[in-house]
């Protein structure tokens, strides 16, 4: 039987995994989400606070000292990110957690082989899963991290025989790992977790920009993963429920993402997207299209004299900071009478629900969100359609040519509107990096620009229109 | 395979289910809240990190153990405090067709 402090223990842990449960139940509705983090965080307390009291703890010092260090290093950034800098945010928490299940896991290890203790099949299995899941989700999250921030290029970083380099190294992963479960030595767990690094690290740099809402998606139930791997090894039932669930909800995540993309998962891993040149995109962009470009005082005099206008923001919107500009200008365009309403693709953006976050943050109200489907049988009356920063996600190869790279992905059918205004910073690519053949639309107008600019540029001159 | 392993595997297959039952109810709109909010439950694994820099008895030990709590308390208090962030700006409207939208 339990004595009184396990009991306690026990009974926190159990407390606590039921607010894990309801927290998450309550973070799916916007009424009640906030409430619902603040639950999870309170039984966050609970568990913490309860193991501070097992039998195994018999010195403070260095869990007070790293808690206080971890907590400032971790709210300070928490507090200071701008909004538009969220998905690397979320990124680098989760390698950190990541890389704590990967130490707890070597380290126990190092504890058990040093009392003499004989590691059992079940334990050795999860101490190198858990140091190898846990290291993969840490150097992949840190490449997402520097892909998002711009440290790294978000095209797809290639090199030869990279799918063979990588199999090679999840083979020699393998091999270690049964050398560990079947013999032990802490030389080679330690090699397991190198390789690991190396592997989280290579695994990412294939993967362009564009697909890094999936991979942060994948890394964060990975991370869920080796910490319940870790409960496995620490005989903590806490670690396994509340991993676990994590990793259930980073995997139905991963797939509601890929399927809005109409890819599969392991299309977006493998598939390096948007690294082939794609020939007949470009081919077909240059057989004597021309772009048309605009001014903003004639794309004010556009919108002031629309009926209706939909605007569609994009990871532009994002890079520039403009939704507090886009916000000004479409409530400059109501007073005036002009419908405003925003189009949402799902995957706009780095993060699923990024656009819905940063035009929250600028105070747009609800209903004028629409999604993907709601918006698209209002296009062909739309009179003015504003494209803020957004590419792939309009392109209409996506739903005409069956040789893109992107067909068969749900697009908002902007091109059926009576006139569209693509803001945009150049004519690049976007992160597919494949041609945009909406941008030599006849009834199509660039106006190239950094994003707020242009936009507050537009609102100037919507005030003399 | 020990009672306590059988035990581990049964929770793990019944968190899934509750995982999967609990989540799949977000409207996409929240999507970005939840990743964050999970990604703050899984810095639970400070837990682990607790008892193993509570129990060190080498340097080295002692050094994984800090590393380790110092990364997962980054984890957890950062990745609460980012998401109630993101859901303070979701708190002023009302709730309009929110729920509706695709679960």
């Known amino acids: ?465 | 395979m020990s009672q306590e392993l059988v035990l581990g595997i049964y929770v793990f297959i019944m968190a899934i289910f509750v995982g999967f039952e609990v989540i799949s109810r977000v409207p996409s709109v929240l999507h970005t809240p939840l990743m964050s909010g999970t990604n703050a439950i899984h810095g639970i694994v400070v837990l682990g990190a607790f008892l193993v820099a509570g129990s060190a008895d080498t340097p080295l030990l002692h050094t994984l153990g800090f590393i380790a709590v110092v990364f997962g308390a980054a984890n957890v208090f950062g990745g609460f405090v980012v998401t109630d962030r993101m859901l303070e700006m979701f708190k002023k409207r009302e709730i309009p067709q929110g729920e509706k939208k695709d679960a």
Do not use: C
């Open chain 1, 1 to 465: 039987m339990l004595d009184v402090r396990g009991s306690v223990i026990a009974s926190s842990y159990i407390v606590a995994a039921i607010l894990f449960i309801f927290g998450l139940k309550q973070l799916s509705s916007p009424s009640t989400a906030r409430s619902g983090n603040r639950l999870a965080a309170i039984g966050m307390t609970i568990a913490l606070s309860a193991t501070l009291l097992d039998r195994q703890i018999v010195s403070f010092w260095t869990i007070a000292i790293g808690t206080l260090i971890g907590a400032a290093i971790g709210v300070y950034f928490a507090r200071t990110v701008q909004m538009t800098a969220m998905p690397q945010m979320v990124a680098l928490f989760n390698g950190m957690g990541g890389a704590t299940a990967a130490l707890v896991s070597v380290a126990e290890f190092l504890r058990l082989t040093r009392a003499g203790e004989r590691i059992g099949l079940g334990e050795g299995t999860s101490i190198v899963l858990g140091t190898a899941i846990g290291a993969i989700s840490f150097t992949g999250s840190i490449v997402a991290f520097g892909k998002l921030q711009e440290i790294l290029p978000g095209k797809p970083l290639q090199f030869p025989l990279q799918r063979v380099v990588n199999a090679l190294i999840l083979l020699a992963l393998f091999i270690l790992g049964v050398m560990v479960v079947t013999q032990g030595g802490s030389t080679t767990l330690w090699t397991v977790f190198a390789a690991a690094l190396v592997l989280g690290a290579m695994f990412v740099l294939p993967i362009g920009g564009g697909d890094m809402p999936v991979v942060i998606s994948i890394l964060n139930s990975l991370t869920g993963l080796a910490a319940a791997l870790t409960g496995f090894v620490l005989h903590n039932q806490m670690l396994v429920v509340a991993g676990v669930l994590v990793g259930a909800s980073g995997t139905l995540l991963t797939l509601l993402m890929s399927t809005a993309m109409n890819r599969s998962v392991a299309n977006v891993l493998f598939g390096a997207f948007g690294a082939t040149s794609n020939e007949t995109g470009a081919a077909a962009s240059a057989v004597g299209h021309t772009v048309r470009q605009t001014t903003p005082e004639d794309t004010a005099i556009a919108l002031a004299y629309a009926r209706s206008v939909v605007i569609v923001p994009g990871y532009g919107l994002a890079v520039a900071e403009a939704q507090h500009t886009v916000r000004e200008l479409a409530t400059d365009l109501e007073n005036r009478g002009v419908n405003v309403k925003y189009a949402i693709h799902p995957v706009a953006g780095r993060m699923p629900g990024h656009m819905n976050v940063l035009l929250a943050e600028a105070n747009v109200p609800y209903d004028q969100l629409l999604e993907m489907d709601q918006v698209n049988g209002q296009f062909p009356q739309t009179d003015v359609v504003l494209v803020v920063g957004a590419n792939d996600v309009v392109n209409p190869a996506a739903r005409d040519n069956p040789s893109s790279p992107i067909y068969g992905m749900p697009i908002l059918d902007v091109d059926r509107a009576r006139n569209i205004i693509v803001l945009k910073r150049s004519m690049g690519h976007g992160f597919a990096g494949i041609d945009n053949a909406l941008f030599y639309h006849e009834k199509t107008r660039m106006l190239f620009g950094d994003a707020r600019q242009s936009l507050t540029q537009i609102g100037q001159a919507l005030k003399s229109a």
